[in-house]
């Protein structure tokens, strides 16, 4: 998966949201909050909390297609203008100054996919395709889908009247894929070691800077040496139980699993993490819970892509300029720094709306386009559903998740909340936002 943009801030830094995003609300729908919908409001909060400075600086380039702004590059922030540099390998690369290579060779190798091109590029990305067969997935993401699991976990205490924290318990799904990731049984050290890993690396990173210090470099290191220091042994036992064991049978070798265990363990984790609660949160504001959990695959289908499109998993993406050219107009020579502000070009067709059409350019942008599109789509798309399938299960009898308390999460490199209360009400007590307040 694409690396979002960081803030270019320090975690200290003090954000210019306003003081209710910096603090725990009480949860209601869109009725709490006049002038503005819910969703909108809550977005705006979680974005900002996340990067106080940076998610500013590229919204405030949205209504400009494509626009160059000193020590970030140039922005684009028209989906099919972006779509086009996704598309034009000629020109624009993951390799080179100013690209995603800049962040993650130094710490995770020169063969990642993250930071590769051409035929080495799609050479290993076919090595690596069965990993994310839908079987593959399946199998994966209900490696902890037993009886005492997370998600039966999450049914059980909804069913039973608790207020649970969604974005906790989203979070520990994430780590238990981790640990299959890796090779390690999904105990709860396990898991919450496995997380703190990785964001202690993916926090490191900031967009005022094209790389990590030296220092970074080699505490990341360190860190991640440690993550998959258990992913080294199931390579080396060849167990095909295993994730790494897996590469090995399909002829990576160990470098090349070690990699690539690395880029889906940091670039997938966050992105999980950071949209189930996010959805979640919007389908309450607008009134789409019921829906979002009906026995409907295509109605669910519909509004999970929406509300990927909305809450954007990767508001950014980075390429560097191999030759001369132009974006939009705008000329633009080789090691030039080029920043897809996908937020804005995703955001650009308004509010959450499930019934919508979507317009060609925006489909599926913030998993990328052409030959980088994101492999792991499908080990993300199971992970959502699973959540899903525990929570319609807990609402089985009728009743409706609802939202209570929430909190934005500060310093991580994926927009998220840091906690998400959700309990279950009759439906018939739940309040449905009017369209009038809802609308973007």
């Not at 400009?64 to 590059?73: D, E, K, L, Q, T």
């Not at 792991?376 to 009898?397: K, T």
């Not at 939202?403 to 840091?418: D, E, I, Q, W």
Request: with cysteine; proline share 8%.
């Amino acid at each position: 998966m694409s690396a979002a943009l960081p803030t270019p801030t320090p975690r200290a830094a003090a954000s210019d949201a306003p003081p209710s995003a910096r603090k725990s609300v009480p949860g209601a729908g869109a009725r709490g909050l006049s002038g503005a919908t819910a969703e909108k409001v809550w977005e705006e909060r979680v974005q900002r909390a996340a990067h106080p400075l940076a998610y500013p600086a590229l919204r405030s380039a949205r209504n400009r297609p494509v626009v160059r702004v000193p020590r970030i590059g140039v922005v684009v922030s028209d989906a099919a203008l972006a779509r086009e540099v996704l598309l034009d390998l000629d020109h624009f690369s993951k390799v080179g100054p100013g690209a995603p290579s800049d962040l993650w060779t130094p710490v995770l190798g020169p063969s990642v996919l993250l930071n590769m091109e051409g035929a080495e590029h799609a050479a290993l990305r076919r090595a690596l395709g069965p990993l994310f067969t839908p079987r593959a997935v399946r199998e994966l993401v209900g490696a902890d889908d037993g009886g005492a699991g997370v998600l039966p976990d999450l049914t059980r205490r909804l069913a039973a009247g608790e207020t649970v924290d969604l974005a906790a318990v989203v979070g520990a799904q994430a780590g238990a894929v981790i640990c299959g990731m890796v090779g390690l049984p999904p105990t709860d050290e396990a898991v919450r070691s496995s997380m703190a890993a990785a964001q202690t690396i993916t926090g490191m990173v900031r967009l005022h800077r094209h790389g990590l210090t030296r220092s970074q470099v080699a505490q990341a290191r360190t860190v991640l040496e440690r993550l998959t220091a258990p992913a080294r042994v199931a390579y080396r036992a060849g167990d095909p139980a295993t994730v790494p064991g897996r590469m090995r049978d399909l002829g990576l070798s160990e470098r090349e699993a070690m990699g690539a265990v690395g880029a889906f363990v940091l670039t997938g984790t966050e992105t999980i993490q950071s949209f189930v609660p996010r959805l979640v949160a919007i389908a309450h504001d607008t009134g789409w819970t019921a829906r979002l959990l009906a026995d409907d695959a295509q109605l669910r289908r519909r509004a999970v892509e929406e509300g990927l499109r909305v809450t954007v998993p990767t508001p950014a993406m980075l390429r560097s300029v191999r030759a001369r050219t132009a974006v939009g107009g705008v000329p633009v020579a080789a090691g030039d720094r080029v920043v897809i502000a996908t937020v804005n070009c995703c955001r650009a067709g308004g509010g959450f709306d499930p019934d919508r059409p979507v317009d060609p350019a925006v489909r599926h942008l913030w998993f990328g386009a052409g030959p980088h599109f994101c492999l792991g789509m499908p080990l993300a798309m199971a992970q959502v559903d699973a959540v899903l399938d525990a929570l319609a299960a807990a609402a089985s009898d009728g009743r409706v998740p609802v939202v209570g308390r929430r909190r934005a999460a500060r310093g991580v490199l994926v927009p998220a909340y840091r906690s998400l209360e959700l309990r279950l009400r009759d439906a018939e007590r739940v309040l449905v936002p009017s369209p009038a307040r809802v609308a973007s």
